[in-house]
Nanobody
Framework: QVQLVESGGGLVQAGDSLRLSCAASGRTFSSYTMGWFRQAPGKEREFAAAIPGSSKSTFYSDSVKGRFTISRDDAKNTVYLQMNSLKPEDTALYYC?????????????????WGRGTQVTVSS
């Protein structure tokens, strides 16, 4: 069982930056693929970024590519999402997700473990 706890959300203005963190329990964190998803009110949960287990490769949705950066610190069992040049359309509840794998996916159903989310609100 893996428990995920997100933090770092908040209310910011357009153009600002935020860094989200996701702390994970478990002793095999480095082998887990970690993903960030977001869900705005009335919309489906959508993929933002992923970093596969045992890898430093990163993958992004077109909507965040060039502005967001996912990274991991396996020594701290933590994955981060650095969000720059935030836009009002980035407003959403941001979730951390995990699966014990070296693969990755944009599908929420592929991930086995989820955090409760952290709210990001970007004002114009």
């Amino acid at each position: 069982q893996v428990q995920l706890v997100e933090s770092g959300g908040g209310l910011v203005q357009a153009g600002d930056s935020l860094r989200l963190s996701c702390a994970a329990s478990g002793r095999t964190f480095s082998s887990y693929t970690m993903g960030w998803f977001r869900q705005a009110p009335g919309k489906e949960r959508e993929f933002a970024a992923a970093i596969p287990g045992s890898s430093k490769s990163t993958f992004y949705s077109d909507s965040v590519k060039g502005r967001f950066t996912i990274s991991r610190d396996d020594a701290k069992n933590t994955v981060y999402l650095q969000m720059n040049s935030l836009k009002p359309e980035d407003t959403a509840l941001y979730y951390c997700a995990a699966r014990g794998s070296t693969g990755w996916s944009t599908a929420p159903s592929w991930y086995r473990y989820w955090g409760r989310g952290t709210q990001v609100t970007v004002s114009s």
